[in-house]
Every structure is written in structure tokens, then in C-alpha cells.
């Protein structure tokens, strides 16, 4: 009953004409991994609710791993994530407690616990075992070795409990939080590699 509430005052105060006006971002129809393996900035492409954002940093690989799997650090370092706790660790496998808020939450405080596998200095793959208004999730990280340093990659899939009418709302606005995102890593890696 809160939550449907809760969605029809986002509704009331957005006007239908707003919404509607905003578009999905579409992307680049060239491959993303080699715009990405040359670009600084990030690139961002998004097909049916999968969302790929790379960025190339002047880092070695290894550098790109640490920063990435330092959970407890990176993440609240993120503009969206306020909160990351590893709640346990066996091996590859290990289970993160997150808090986010973010215009794309519209405001609301998100919990999730995440299910992570690590593939060792080269992959994170992970997926949402339960969550606040969260259908699904799920992504990895790739980092790839290229000239000069490393292509991060990540790609995640998300289907929150929100209107279909504010879906594009909600896409645009993750997107360009996940665009801050990438720059953010890339800043947290450069510093670690002076």
C-alpha cells in the first residue's frame, strides 16, 4: 500500500508531458569496445534493459582489479551507493550488503544483498538475491587489457518495481549516474597507480 502510494504522488508531481518528452538513450551504433578502448570519457550503449558502459584508464589491470573488488571503499565512493558491507566471503564467492539513493531512486533509500563471483583479475559477475522495489539484477565487470592500460567495462541489467511510465525516467537517470560512475573509477585508479 506505501509503495503505491508512494508511485502515484511521483506520478502526480511529474507532469505526463515531462515524462514523456524525456527519451531513452540510445547509444552508439559502433562497437563499443573498440570507442571505449580509445576514449577516456565514458561510453555508454543501452539495448531492451541491458546497459554496457566502458571507459579505457591508463592503469594495469591489476590496479583496475583492486580498486574494483575494494567493496567496502569503491562502492560508497560511488555517487549512488551510500552504504557496502561484505557480509561474508568463501572463496570466489562472496555476499554485499548495499544501500542506494539516487535520482534514480527518486529519492528512496534501496537496500540489496548481492551475490558476487570473482574471476580472478579479470572478471566480477554479480547478481541480486533480494532487494527494496528491485524485480532483478544482475552484471559483471570485465577489465581487458589494452595498449596502454586497461578497458573497464560494465554491463548490468535492472528491472525495478517502478510505473512503466517512469521507466525512461528511471533509465536516463541511470545512465548518467553510471557514466559518473565510470569517471569516478577512473579517478579512484589513477590516484591508486601515483
Given at each position: 500500500v506505501m509503495k503505491v502510494g508512494f508511485w502515484h504522488?511521483?506520478?502526480?508531481r511529474t507532469?505526463?508531458?515531462?515524462?514523456?518528452?524525456?527519451?531513452l538513450i540510445v547509444g552508439l551504433p559502433s562497437s563499443?569496445?573498440?570507442?571505449?578502448?580509445?576514449?577516456?570519457?565514458?561510453?555508454?550503449?543501452?539495448?531492451e534493459g541491458l546497459t554496457t558502459a566502458s571507459i579505457f584508464i591508463s592503469v594495469t589491470p591489476e590496479r583496475a582489479w583492486?580498486?574494483?573488488?575494494?567493496?567496502?571503499i569503491t562502492g560508497p565512493a560511488m555517487p549512488d551507493i551510500k552504504f557496502a558491507k561484505v557480509i561474508s566471503r568463501q572463496g570466489?564467492?562472496?555476499?554485499?550488503?548495499?544501500?542506494?539513493?539516487?535520482?534514480?531512486?527518486?529519492g528512496l533509500k534501496i537496500y540489496a544483498l548481492l551475490?558476487?563471483?570473482?574471476?580472478p583479475k579479470t572478471q566480477i559477475n554479480y547478481k541480486i538475491l533480494r532487494g527494496d522495489l528491485i524485480r532483478s539484477l544482475s552484471g559483471s565487470w570485465t577489465i581487458i587489457p589494452v595498449?596502454?592500460?586497461?578497458?573497464v567495462r560494465h554491463r548490468i541489467e535492472v528491472e525495478p518495481e517502478i510505473p512503466q511510465i517512469l521507466r525512461p525516467v528511471f533509465l536516463e537517470l541511470s545512465q548518467e549516474n553510471l557514466g559518473q560512475s565510470m569517471l569516478i573509477l577512473r579517478r579512484l585508479m589513477l590516484e591508486r597507480a601515483s
Open positions: 504522488e511521483i506520478l502526480r507532469s505526463l508531458t515531462g515524462v514523456l518528452s524525456l527519451g563499443i569496445g573498440s570507442l571505449a578502448a580509445q576514449s577516456t570519457t565514458p561510453v555508454i550503449e543501452s539495448i583492486e580498486v574494483l573488488t575494494d567493496y567496502e570466489k564467492r562472496i555476499k554485499l550488503s548495499q544501500t542506494y539513493q539516487a535520482p534514480y531512486t527518486f551475490e558476487i563471483e570473482e574471476i595498449q596502454g592500460g586497461t578497458l
